[in-house]
């Protein structure tokens, strides 16, 4: 329902509204004006229809006149099914011995002789007549008058109906076209916005796939994908790089930690080989951060296979704990870790990597309490570990961050700005974030590292 | 412990040091110096283990590996790389090998990988036993009890895991990668010496029950579970 409800949200919002807006009016004033031409047609044949109506009636009446005289006349002036049927049509007969009226309160002044012409009737004002008469000279004294009143007000009525039956129309077509056309356009922005969503987090196979119209939205996707295209072949030249690089340095530091193995072997003297072990863990360090920095590039530009599962968190952090509670008691740090059960979609060996790596560090930094919690609200998986150490500014804290991804710290502590960053390396492969804090208002403060990833909701409704 | 084993490995330095060791060891080797000439080798039978580089001139390791394992090679394969990275060990081992080993690399866990898979594919034709004893040790994996001298000794789950393992590799070498990996279930290396801490907890509680030592500290390289 929800989802629903969102998605109709999305098709009326802002440009949609405008869009239907646009239509609606559009589509009435085209309507509209089409209505309007066709009533002026329309009073244009009406009017010739009552003046050939009228001109008929005088023809029929004159005919009656001539054959009958006036007696015949008045008779079929006042027969109903006569030339009058019509209740549209009046007449009136003026005689010496005075005016005989048909349907007409009064005979109209100025009547038109030869062709039917417009006269005032019935009172009305004389500079907009809306009666159509011709009179005919009978005799010397007698003058006959015949005319038709408009009939208006149905076709007024009609076309007030027409009107808003058309704006009803126009506002129903215009919203179904504007759905429409919002459904397809956000279709086509939503295939481009997943497309350069997917390429943002380091998928980038993924291309925009909509059969071409040769239009504008066919312009941004083939921009996007050649786009994709190329920061596609830098990723996979780069993957090649690193894995060569990888192979290249990695095998020499091979040789050398055999070659240390030999000596330590094969020597019987203490100080030799208590020199030959501190090269050997040298090499082994330089060995792991080779392997950091390199498993480090491959999770930023998210070259690592989707292996995202998912993971009780409280779990996973718990048996870290639980790992790391006889090391941290031997150096007289307690851990006390506060675990809500809460899911998240996660690939568990990162993320256990990452939440060591933190656990490791807070170990090295704190003083003698380490907070391990677990927590889960507003869709959010909390994962904070706090220690009671220096802590870290404020105002340092991005800078930190930014610069731990340079290694920078990594140069002068080994192991430690790499943890931090592979951390938030981790955190932001999976959808999230890290957060640093203030441990506590104390002095000193103490850090508080935080990952923070999307909860997983279970059920059809949750998207991979 | 003793076998045949073939090494296919492209760096002649590096594969100098790992046949000079697993001679050391007590161990026959045959050595190939790439993909093709390893893949010959192999279908020949016979080797115990294959030690295979994945990156080698010719044809690459991983074609090699599923190559064999399609030709019903049984011997067992331990990866070799310098890709050490999680895609390329699941890759390497649903291709069909039996443990991956990152370059670079201590011998000694080259050897104890070696030891582990070798036994692994005697002890699957013998079936596992359920109870397992070293010395005057006595481990119940059904009623999941340690007894030392008939004393019972408590440990915690973990412990009794870590224990297991152990005695599984008894006389063996075992790093501390390997328990971490099959005790815990995680595949990094932690720079501290988390793993240390736990082996001396429990060697102090199989200690506390009296009796000599039977966890062996192997100085640069894991530990020993021995008899005492």
Redesign the interface.
């Given at each position: 329902m929800k989802r629903i409800a969102r998605r109709l949200q999305g098709l009326l919002s802002g440009t949609i509204v405008r869009l239907v807006l646009g239509f609606f009016v559009l589509q009435f004033v085209i309507a509209t004006g089409s209505l309007m031409l066709v009533r002026a047609r329309m009073d244009t044949i009406l009017t010739a229809d009552r003046i050939e109506q009228v001109d008929d009636a005088r023809n029929a009446l004159l005919g009656t006149w001539r054959s009958g005289g006036v007696s015949a006349l008045r008779q079929a002036l006042d027969d109903p099914d006569g030339p009058l049927g019509d209740p549209a049509l009046f007449a009136a007969l003026r005689e010496a011995d005075g005016d005989q009226l048909y349907g007409v309160d009064s005979i109209p002044a100025a009547v038109p002789s030869a062709r039917p012409g417009r006269v005032a009737i019935d009172g009305e004002d004389p500079s907009n007549p809306s009666g159509l008469a011709v009179m005919a000279q009978l005799n010397r004294d007698t003058t006959l008058v015949v005319g038709a009143r408009k009939v208006g007000s149905g076709v007024a009525i009609a076309f007030a109906e027409a009107a808003a039956l058309t704006l009803v129309i126009t506002a129903l077509v215009a919203m179904a076209a504007a759905l429409a056309l919002g459904f397809v356009l956000n279709r086509r922005t939503a295939a481009i916005a997943r497309t350069a969503r997917a390429l943002a987090s380091g998928n980038f196979a993924a291309r925009v796939d909509h059969p071409g119209y040769r239009d504008g939205f066919d312009e941004v996707r083939d921009q996007i994908n050649a786009m994709a295209e190329r920061i596609d072949r830098l990723v996979t030249e780069l993957q090649t790089i690193s894995?060569s690089l990888?192979?290249d340095l990695?095998?020499p530091?091979?040789?050398?930690?055999?070659?240390l193995?030999?000596a330590?072997k094969l020597t019987s003297d203490p100080a030799a080989a208590a020199a030959i072990?501190l090269a050997?863990a040298d090499?082994e360090g330089l060995?792991?951060m080779l392997?950091g920095a390199?498993?480090l590039s491959?999770m930023e530009t998210g070259m690592?296979?989707d292996?995202r599962i998912p993971v009780d968190v409280a779990e996973l952090v718990g048996?870290l704990v639980?790992?790391?509670e006889?090391?941290a008691?031997?150096r007289g740090v307690t851990i006390a870790s506060e675990l809500e059960t809460a899911t998240a979609l996660a690939?568990p060996?990162?993320l256990?990597?990452a939440v060591?790596n933190l656990i490791?560090n807070a170990?090295k930094y704190g003083a003698g309490q380490l907070h391990c919690n677990c927590s889960c609200s507003d869709g959010l998986v909390r994962i904070a570990i706090c220690d009671d150490g220096v802590g870290i500014a404020a105002e340092d804290r991005d800078t930190a961050l930014a610069r731990f991804s340079r290694l920078d710290h990594a140069r002068t502590t080994?192991?430690v700005g790499l943890g931090l960053t592979m951390a938030a390396a981790v955190a932001s492969l999976h959808g999230g974030t890290i957060e640093l804090s203030d441990a506590s208002a104390a002095d000193p403060p103490g850090l508080c590292v935080t990952i923070v990833l999307p909860v997983y909701e279970a059920g059809p409704a949750a998207d991979r | 412990m003793s076998g045949k084993v073939l090494l296919v490995e492209d760096?002649d330095?590096?594969a100098d040091?790992?046949i000079?060791g697993l001679a050391e060891a007590g161990y026959t080797v045959d050595r190939a110096g790439d993909g093709r000439d390893g893949l010959f080798l192999a279908s020949d039978n016979g080797y115990t283990a294959i030690i295979l580089d994945r990156?080698l001139p010719g044809m690459d390791g991983l074609s090699v590996l599923k190559a064999l394992r399609a030709a019903q090679v049984s011997a067992a394969i331990i990866l070799l790389s310098?890709?050490?990275?999680?895609?390329e060990r699941?890759e390497g081992l649903s291709a069909g090998a039996d443990d991956y080993v990152?370059?670079?690399?201590?011998?000694?866990e080259l050897l104890a990988r070696l030891q582990a898979v070798c036994r692994r594919s005697g002890v699957q034709q013998a079936g596992a036993p359920t109870r397992l004893v070293c010395g005057d040790l006595v481990l119940d994996r059904m009623k999941r009890t340690v007894q030392r001298a008939s004393r019972s000794v408590a440990v915690q789950a973990?412990e009794f895991k870590l224990l297991e393992y152990l005695m599984l590799h008894s006389d063996e070498l075992v790093t501390r990668t390997m328990l971490l990996e099959h005790v815990?279930g995680?595949?990094?290396?932690?720079?501290?010496?988390?793993i240390d801490?736990?082996v001396s907890?429990l060697r102090r509680k199989l200690e506390d029950a009296g009796g000599p030592p039977l966890i062996q500290t192997v100085r640069?390289a894991g530990y020993r579970m021995v008899a005492g």
């Open positions: 894995a990888a192979h990695r095998s530091v091979a040789r050398v930690r055999a070659a193995d030999n330590w072990e050997s090499a060995d792991r392997v390199l498993d491959r690592i296979a292996r048996d639980e790992l790391y006889p090391l008691e031997s690939d060996e990162l256990a990597r060591s490791e170990l080994p192991g | 760096d330095r590096l040091h790992i000079a990156m310098a890709l050490g990275s999680t895609d699941v990152a370059k670079p690399f201590a011998f000694s973990r815990w995680y595949h990094f290396d932690p720079s501290t010496n988390v801490v736990h907890r640069g």
